[in-house]
Structure formats: C-alpha cells, structure tokens
C-alpha cells in the first residue's frame, strides 16, 4: 500500500519560501506522476503542479513563476517550494500520486503565512 | 483554464435516499472527469475515474455517468458515511481543475 506523508514548517513568514516534503513509502515514485495540492481552510481544491519521476515538470499558470516541484528517486521522496508568499497561501497542502486522477494522498499539512 | 461548476453546492437528504450531483465543464473534457469524496479533515478520496470506473475498494453504490460537458454521481441508499464534500476534478488538460464542491448533509 502506497503512503504519502507531508512534512514542513506550519508556520511562514510572509514574502519568505514554503518548502514541503512528501516522503513516499510502499512503492517507489518512478514511473509515476507525483502533484501537490493545496486547500485553503474551508475553501475547495487546486492543483499547483507535477512532477514525473525523471524531472518533467507542469506547473499551475497562476503559480508557475514561485513554485518549483523536484524529486529525489534516492530518498523517494518530493518537494514543494513557493516563494513570495502571502496570506493567500494559507492552506493544507497535499501531495498526491497523478497521472491526472489522484488515486493516492497524504493526510496533508497546514502551512499558515503569518508575521 | 477549464472551469468547474458543481450543482448543488449543498444538498441535504436522510439516510436511504439517492442523490445525485452533476457537474459541468466550461469545454469538452471527453470523458477524463474524477469524482472525490471529502470528510473533514482527512484528504479526499477518489471514488470514481474516467467518468464512470469505480476505484478499486469503493462500493458499488457509487456510480458515474455523462460525457463532453455535463457529468453525474449518483450515490443510492445513503448511509450515515456517505455525508461529506463531494468534489468532481477534470484530468483532460493541466492546469487540473476541481469544482468548488458539494456538501452532503443530513436531512
């Protein structure tokens, strides 16, 4: 059974950078599509980007130019980074297994943006 | 981007009842719609892919259809699990797009 556990700071400045880990256990993250999602609280979801095992990556237009997605194939694990945040990144942050239909998640992080 | 539009965004009905949401694309998705379901503070589930395959371990009593634009879940003989938020997700072209949810509450 494919597990995804986010890990990270709850707490981030404003105009400072997010960075997430999701630490995949159960299988391994090749040959897979790998996306973070966020939720902000009591709000609906949205796909921020993926990442293939080999690199490529997709990002959300609206938050392509302060997100970068990577991956490490010898931790097995991804990463999130948002930079210039804001309030309006406060949010549960999950990283799930794509291609498209997310069929496997984590139980996801609070990231709140405060001074 | 695509865009999503749920219908209702709430809904409340007792337990046994059958509902059923639908769900519209701004633009022809084919047939790459999902369909989640919520509790709260868990991460969603994915019940349903490719408008109408149920993902494996989810009952039965789920079921999808539509097709292009226009999509349903049709969940029968609701049970005191099956209240949560229900969101439908096109997977046709990136930026992915989910709708703003439907809330399943007790009558």
């Known amino acids: 059974q494919v597990q995804l556990q986010e890990s990270g700071p709850g707490l981030v400045k404003p105009s400072e950078t997010l960075s997430l880990t999701c630490a995949v256990s159960g299988g391994s993250i090749s040959n897979y599509y790998w996306s973070w999602i966020r939720q902000p609280p009591g709000k609906g979801l949205e796909w921020i980007g993926y990442?293939?095992?080999?690199?490529?990556?997709n990002y959300n237009p609206s938050l392509k130019s302060r997100v970068t997605i990577s991956s490490d194939t010898s931790k097995n694990q991804l990463s999130l980074k948002l930079s210039s945040v804001t309030a309006a990144d406060t949010a549960v942050y999950y990283c799930a297994r794509a291609p498209g239909d997310f069929d496997y998640w984590g139980q996801g992080t609070l990231v709140t943006v405060s001074s | 981007d695509i865009q999503m539009t749920q219908s209702p965004s709430s809904l409340s009905a007792s337990v046994g009842d059958r509902v059923t949401i639908t769900c519209r694309a701004s633009q022809s998705i084919s047939s790459y719609l999902n369909w989640y379901q919520q509790k709260p503070g868990k991460a969603p589930n994915l019940l349903i892919h490719g408008t109408s395959s149920l993902q494996s371990g989810v009952p039965s009593k789920f079921s999808g259809s539509g097709s292009g634009t226009e999509f349903t879940l049709t969940i029968s003989s609701l049970q005191p699990e099956d209240f949560a938020t229900y969101y439908c997700q096109q997977s046709y072209s990136t930026p992915y797009t989910f709708g703003q949810g439907t809330k399943l509450e007790i009558k």
């Open positions: 990442i293939y095992y080999s690199g490529r990556t």
